[in-house]
């Protein structure tokens, strides 16, 4: 592998950002401020899978060393980029799905209101993809820090884009704080690691895990309590770039951005770093089954109430990003069971098909004129065809259909999660891993049933979001007229090529991804598993084979999945009535999954209250306005005070200077001999 092409798969996108944001700003058109920006993408993902091509061929892992970054007492920090297997594989899916999403973007963005303000989207979404590039390629942990907090504060931007709205504005804020809580964690984590390895201290991927094989001592041996907490605090900060208990509350709220921004922060980027840095650190987290207990139950508690609440939310963004929650908690269970390549597997199925998914809700927005209640959409499969299908493709992929990508990863994950060993030493050990199975197939059958939910009321049945003889629409408000592209009323359409060009790609890898990495009762089977070998070769843990359950257990999966399908299909297309009585019925259920649980209102109440408060009464009313001001103030009176006294003394008469000059002489002399 060439060098110079490595540096320049993170340089591209940055110089597009700053074509874009320095060099054209309102001066581009969208279509040029956007092809700029797809353009610089596409080359680093043609120079992508050309690296991964060269690996998949044998080469070796390369190095590219760029500048030493800073160097005192023995530590150093370069600016160098790392390229092996893990690398590459998620250079491409950031690169490939990230061009998709830019050049979906040309089309989708064609109504933006504000027109000199798209070249700042684009401008964003390079700069977007040069970060999360950073946290993937940096070959030590603070390169890996840049990019992670640069997804953070480009996720800010773009979520925030349209600031204009207060809402959408503070749900930007939103994101940018919670995720400095998991930050928190995660620096403090590394500089305990740092302290914890003395001489052998070193921000190298490489070095680090020679010296954790090497010296397991240092950080306390298998089990000890520094790699433990170690892991725990880096996990912290997974929680938040991740979106998991407690700090999953930002994801939702991050659909106030455009719609390609929630395909691109949800499917493919920043939601899946902390997966990306567990398994880089793959060789630590191995030797604290405490810590990846947690990881795994967190996980599956995470599917589980993200799943809950998916069942009952009417806005289709807002299902897709419980969705995306979901999926996430299932990744965070196969690494935490030590399935790291079966974790990582599920990154790359789920960017392909959650993917579509968010694109082709976009494409759904976008033809309703920013419609996003499912209430208002039906029968939108005869209306847009093209969309429909390709949607169906990811539907597939995301319940689990034999055949579909999300089949083979989703499946390999509960199967490990049943067999795992890893927590065999642990109290409860042995019980574990069947309560977690337990627990993440009920969120599989949650997704096929708020899934099918979600495909009925938008596409099956008759379109509920036209107008009536009266020029009404379905809630009784008055008709626009024509929209921003001259069409009358509401009236569904089909989405220009634009948009539905990248649905049909994506829509394929939904179909096909899962052949990257077949299970073992296939032909041909395990290709990523053989792939990415070399990176977790001092990770290596023993699932026992032969297993008898796998297949009934797999059969009860689907059996169950078929059920929620069915049970889907009763409730909104069969007896549409049914839905609201057992919602009457068990009202308080009900109402908890339609409002979150009221996680917010108790973050509200616990945290954000008390501290706006605090700094209020406490903080600006005693320490700020009493204190500090106290101080100041203070300082300025003995100052007045002082001045007012020389003023005195200098007022140009001798008798005054001779009594001074009497009294300083004799406060001298007292002092020497008293000295």
Wanted: charged share 10%; hydrophobic share 50%; net charge negative.
């Amino acid at each position: 592998m060439n060098s110079l092409l490595i540096t320049l798969v993170p340089a591209f996108p940055l110089v597009g950002a700053i074509v874009n944001g320095l060099l054209l700003q309102s001066r581009a058109s969208r279509v040029v401020a956007g092809s700029i920006a797809s353009l610089m993408v596409g080359l680093s993902a043609a120079i992508s899978f050309l690296c991964m091509s060269q690996l998949m061929g044998g080469a070796e892992p390369v190095n590219v060393h760029l500048w030493t970054w800073m160097e005192a007492a023995g530590f150093h920090a370069d600016v160098a980029f790392r390229v092996d297997q893990l690398t590459a594989t998620m250079m491409c899916v950031i690169t490939g799905i990230g061009t998709l999403i830019h050049v979906y973007s040309i089309g989708y963005m064609d109504d933006e209101a504000d027109k000199d303000s798209v070249w700042r989207f684009f401008a964003y979404l390079n700069l977007f993809i040069f970060a999360m590039l950073l946290l993937v390629m940096g070959d030590n942990f603070l390169l890996m820090f840049v990019g992670w907090e640069g997804v953070g504060l480009c996720s800010y931007l773009l979520i925030g884009f349209w600031y204009e709205n207060a809402d959408y504005a503070s749900a930007g804020k939103k994101a940018f704080v919670t995720n400095r809580v998991g930050d928190f964690s995660f620096v403090t984590g590394l500089f305990l690691l740092f302290w914890s390895l003395g001489d052998h201290a070193t921000m190298n991927f490489v070095e680090l895990e020679h010296a954790i094989a090497a010296h397991p001592e240092l950080v306390g041996g298998v089990g000890g309590v520094i790699v433990t907490t170690v892991c725990l605090l880096f996990f912290g900060g997974a929680t938040g770039k991740s979106a998991q208990i407690p700090l999953y509350v930002w994801l939702p709220d991050a659909m106030a951005g455009p719609t390609p921004v929630s395909a691109l922060i949800h499917a493919a980027t920043m939601v899946t770093s902390g997966i990306y840095m567990i398994c880089r650190l793959n060789y630590l987290f191995v030797m604290a089954p405490a810590a990846m207990a947690a990881v795994a139950t967190i996980g599956a508690l995470t599917a589980f109430v993200a799943a809950t609440i998916a069942v009952t939310q009417n806005d289709i963004k807002k299902v897709l990003a419980y969705s995306t929650v979901s999926q996430l908690g299932f990744m965070f269970l196969g690494v935490g069971v030590g399935g790291f390549v079966a974790g990582f597997f599920h990154v790359i199925t789920h960017a392909f098909f959650k993917a579509l998914m968010f694109l082709g809700s976009g494409s759904i927005i976008h033809a309703l004129h920013h419609e996003q209640d499912m209430r208002r959409m039906g029968g939108l499969a005869r209306h847009m065809k093209v969309t429909f299908l390709t949607f169906l493709m990811g539907y597939l992929a995301i319940i689990g259909v034999p055949g579909f990508s999300g089949f083979f990863s989703k499946d390999e994950i509960l199967w490990l999660t049943f067999i795992t060993p890893m927590f065999e030493g642990l109290p409860l050990g042995h019980v574990m891993p069947k309560v977690l199975w337990a627990l993440a197939t009920a969120s599989a059958l949650l997704t096929a049933f708020y899934m099918s939910r979600l495909m009925f009321m938008t596409f099956a049945g008759k379109y509920r979001g036209g107008h009536d003889s009266h020029g009404h629409d379905a809630h009784g408000h008055a008709a626009h007229g024509h929209d921003a592209h001259g069409h009358h009323g509401h009236d569904p359409h089909e989405s220009p090529a634009v948009i539905v060009g990248p649905l049909v790609v994506l829509a394929g890898l939904a179909a096909v991804g899962g052949f990257l990495n077949l299970p073992h009762w296939l032909p041909g089977h395990g290709m990523l598993h053989h792939f990415l070998d070399p990176v977790f070769e001092h990770a290596h843990v023993e699932f026992p084979e032969g297993n008898p359950l796998e297949f009934p257990l797999m059969g009860l999966t689907l059996l169950g999945v078929a059920g929620s399908v069915g049970l889907a299909y009763l409730f909104y297309v069969r007896e549409p009535h049914r839905p609201a009585e057992i919602a009457a019925r068990f009202r308080k259920l009900y109402e908890g999954s339609l409002n979150k649980w009221y996680v917010d209102e108790a973050y509200e109440a616990a945290i954000l209250t008390p501290i706006v408060t605090g700094s209020r009464q406490v903080l600006w009313a005693i320490i700020d306005s009493q204190i500090i001001d106290g101080i100041v103030n203070g300082a300025a009176t003995v100052a007045q005070t002082a001045g007012r006294l020389h003023g005195r003394l200098g007022n140009g008469k001798v008798q005054t200077y001779a009594i001074s000059i009497a009294a300083g002489a004799a406060l001298l002399a007292t002092a020497y001999v008293l000295g």
